[in-house]
């Protein structure tokens, strides 16, 4: 459905945000991870039309999208990671505005706007003016206007920013259901979001894809190289220069250490005591992370 | 940490708010109007346009040749102009840019006093408002080096502008904030309010206390007049030869070319001198009124009309939550998607009227009542609905810019690659269905109106959404459109862009704004088409 051949972004003050990056994506959910800077925003809004590449090309369904881009308009739903809204209109205006963008109008718009202000919990709010939305209310508007044309395509840019845990989980759920017959390409910081509903995994770095698996996958190249080991406080920041920790919890015993490692046999003598513990993908997340930076570091 | 004192805290935020207002695109803009707008309005010497003029008894108009202390008082004379008309409109809205973009936030968790704070954009405010209205001063020496007459005098040339420019830069910069901070005022509204009450006040009451009847001498500087203008008046008048009254000042045109007498104007006495530091005072009531008003971006106080119909951020308990785990994105009925170009300009022209302010509801009555009243009286009227467009229209070629909107809007399958051309579809076929009644008044009438009414609101549509686009905020356009709307209701026939505030209907003009309004948006597809490659 998705095919990207060698995008390339530099910007004018010389940053270059993607090299070289290719993917192909048929439908399901992408979950796209990577540190602050990584170029996840930057890939995103070009396939969302919104930024040219400076090289490199994309094609939806097979049509070349920087000499067409309409022909993925048609089909894309996009929440930004930042976006601003109308403050003066209300819920439902601004999505009837977005609506007749999209082509939509009568009352196949009417009835869409009211399903959807339904879909993200908006009805009771959907005559008030998005000046006093809070940021929670105003991400769901977000989300419901990606959905407002029955879109192919969506791309979501740290979606659940904002949203309270009850209001996260539906629309993880929603995200689910929706990957049945289209892409979705997810890009968040919360690997949690990722975990419970990505098909593949891309990781981004300084530009680049790094790894592109299944959470399968990760989860299986970490194995063996989770560690856990209970410490005393005063001990605690001396370990902390050594090895990559995925986690800390104080309790009665000491400070449990969660870290990642390349193995056992490359461990300093002071984690001997260190427990193996089954990874999680944040885990494997951060194990990729510090692969491509030793790699980075070699090179 | 040590406490932040008062002072360092208060010049850290003055010279972020001098920095940030030098940087920005629309500053220079505003440097380049400034300084061809008082080029073009200090006329030369030898047409019928002159800045001070006055009728002697046997009923000849003279006006003064332009020596330097003539071009001191012309230079001056255009200073008070920029302040009555432009510099609050300059100004305004800076407060509400900070609540807007989330700032007023952080100053908010800051140790900053609302104080300090009102009191760094006051000065950072005045500053930018004295080095504007300064501008003209280096125009005034340009024109004397180009045509002047005798020898340059510095301090006759250097002091009216002096005398006028801290009152008035302080006063305007004050009540700037003052409606920036209260609310009702602080909202689109609030800048035709000051146009309609703010510039009568600060003309027409000074000049009412200081002469016994609206068109006689003054007699006395009033107590309130921190413009200057009868400040400058007085000095004038004090310089008239024996005999002459009449005195008008501004950008006035003749019938005839007025005759050029050798003129200079008198010193300044201390009186003056005394009643201009007084008027720096005037600025100390609307300040402390807007750090009493002032909310220090605290949103639990907001209005209570606001809190009423559920607008606080602070309420967003949804009234019930579904049950986890329950979507319903399977049961949305399907929708037939058909984006095309007349959906978009529909879009457009439709959000135009739900985003306006309240000052939209006058626009229809403004229209019809022009519309019907006798011949006479169509100016007026029409200055009114002409007036009433500017806050609905100033912002609409950057609207997605300001709002931060731009993702959501540019990604939808309707909106053409020009969004320059689709802004202008938008907004000129909501000007030529707000001023219908005016264009059938023109057709039943027999009237060229008919067609210089459609052919002017283009060129306002072509403006309107270039200088948006162009300067990315509403100023640039609202600035020009007030000052060709003051000169076109004051009888200057070339700059009445619609056709409807001069006595008479020409051509000419109809043809220049065409053209001016072809090419302001030539400019801006230009700057589009630049910007998009740029961004590639």
């Known amino acids: 459905m998705l095919t990207i051949h060698h995008l390339t972004k530099r910007y004018s003050n010389g940053t270059e945000a993607l090299r070289d990056v290719s993917l192909e994506l048929g439908e399901g959910v992408l979950g796209l991870l990577g540190p602050n800077g990584a170029g996840k925003t930057t890939l995103l809004s070009i396939l969302a039309t919104v930024t040219r590449p400076t090289s490199g090309t994309f094609s939806w369904q097979g049509i070349d999208v920087l000499r067409e881009p309409q022909s993925l308009r048609r089909s894309l739903g996009y929440l930004p990671q930042d976006f601003g809204i109308y403050e003066r209109l209300t819920a439902r205006e601004f999505l009837l505005y977005l609506g007749r963008l999209k082509g939509l109008a009568g009352a196949d718009l009417d009835r869409r706007v009211g399903e959807l202000l339904e879909l993200v919990n908006l009805h009771h709010a959907a005559n008030r003016r998005l000046g006093g939305f809070s940021g929670g209310m105003r991400q769901r508007v977000g989300i419901a206007q990606a959905l407002l044309g029955d879109p192919r395509l969506l791309i979501v840019d740290e979606p659940t920013v904002g949203l309270d845990p009850e209001e996260r989980v539906r629309f993880r759920n929603l995200l689910a259901e929706a990957a049945q017959g289209r892409l979705i390409i997810l890009s968040t910081h919360i690997v949690s979001d990722v975990e419970a509903i990505a098909g593949q995994i891309a990781i981004l770095r300084a530009g680049r894809i790094v790894a592109l698996r299944t959470p399968e996958e990760l989860l299986r190249s970490a194995v063996g190289r989770v560690f856990e080991l209970v410490t005393a406080p005063e001990h605690l920041a001396e370990l902390q220069r050594r090895v990559a920790v995925s986690n800390l919890a104080r309790r009665a015993d000491g400070v449990h250490l969660r870290f990642v490692a390349g193995s056992r046999s490359t461990l300093d003598p002071a984690f001997a005591a260190a427990r193996e513990v089954e990874p999680t993908l944040e885990d494997a997340y951060l194990l990729t992370e510090l692969e491509t930076r030793s790699a980075g570091a070699s090179s | ?536």
């Open chain 2, 1 to 536: 940490m040590t406490a932040p004192r008062f002072g360092s805290a208060w010049r850290a935020q003055v010279g972020a708010e001098i920095k940030n207002r030098l940087r920005s695109p629309a500053s220079l803009v505003a440097f380049l109007v400034i300084l061809l707008g008082s080029y073009w309005a200090i006329p030369p010497a030898n047409g019928r346009a002159s800045s001070v003029s006055w009728r002697l008894a046997d009923g000849r108009m003279q006006a003064p040749e332009l020596s330097s202390s003539y071009l001191g008082i012309a230079v001056s004379v255009l200073m008070i102009i920029f302040f009555l008309l432009a510099a609050f409109y300059l100004v305004a809205g800076s407060v509400k840019r900070d609540r807007e973009r989330g700032v007023g936030l952080l100053l908010a968790a800051s140790p900053l006093g609302k104080t300090a704070y009102l009191g760094a954009k006051l000065v950072a405010h005045m500053a930018f408002l004295a080095l504007l209205s300064l501008l003209a001063v280096p125009v005034g020496a340009f024109h004397f080096l180009r045509s002047g007459v005798g020898s340059f005098e510095w301090w006759p040339f250097l002091s009216p502008a002096l005398l006028v420019v801290l009152p008035a830069a302080a006063f305007v910069s004050a009540m700037a904030l003052l409606f920036d901070v209260t609310p009702g005022l602080r909202s689109k509204g609030g800048l035709v309010l000051w146009f309609l009450v703010g510039m009568p006040l600060l003309s027409a009451f000074p000049a009412t206390q200081s002469r016994e009847t609206m068109d006689g001498p003054v007699q006395r500087l009033p107590a309130f007049d921190p413009l200057g203008l009868v400040m400058n008046q007085y000095v004038i008048q004090s310089s008239l030869p024996p005999g002459a009254g009449g005195v008008s000042t501004g950008y006035v045109i003749h019938k005839e070319a007025p005759e050029r007498v050798s003129w200079r104007a008198a010193a300044m006495p201390p009186a003056v001198v005394a009643s201009r530091v007084f008027q720096l005072l005037w600025a100390v009531l609307p300040f402390l009124a807007a750090v009493l008003i002032f909310d220090r971006f605290d949103p639990a106080r907001r209005s209570g009309r606001a809190r009423k119909s559920g607008e606080s951020t602070l309420q967003t308990a949804p009234e019930s939550v579904p049950p986890l785990g329950v979507s319903s994105l399977v049961s949305l009925a399907p929708v037939q998607m058909r984006p095309n170009l007349g959906a978009a300009i529909w879009a457009e022209t439709r959000l135009l009227w739900e985003s306006a302010h309240a000052v939209k509801w006058l626009l229809l009555p403004a229209a019809l009542t022009a519309a019907f009243l006798p011949a006479a009286a169509v100016p007026f009227a029409s200055s009114v609905f002409l007036l009433l467009l500017v806050p609905v229209i100033s912002e609409v070629g950057c609207r997605e810019e300001l709002a931060g909107a731009g993702p959501l809007v540019f990604s939808q399958p309707a909106v053409p690659s020009s969004v320059v051309l689709w802004k202008f579809a938008a907004v000129a076929c909501f000007l030529l269905a707000v001023s219908l009644p005016l264009t059938l008044r023109g057709v039943f009438t027999g009237s060229l109106q008919a067609l210089t009414v459609p052919l002017g609101l283009l060129f306002v549509a072509a403006f309107a959404v270039a200088a948006a686009s162009l300067s990315g905020g509403g100023k640039l356009f609202s600035g020009a459109f007030l000052l060709l709307w003051y000169l076109g209701l004051n009888g200057l026939a070339g700059a009445d862009f619609s056709g409807l505030l001069a006595p008479t209907v020409t051509w000419g003009p109809r043809l220049g704004f065409t053209l001016a309004g072809a090419a302001w948006l030539a400019a801006a597809i230009a700057w589009e088409k630049r910007r998009f490659r740029s961004a590639s």
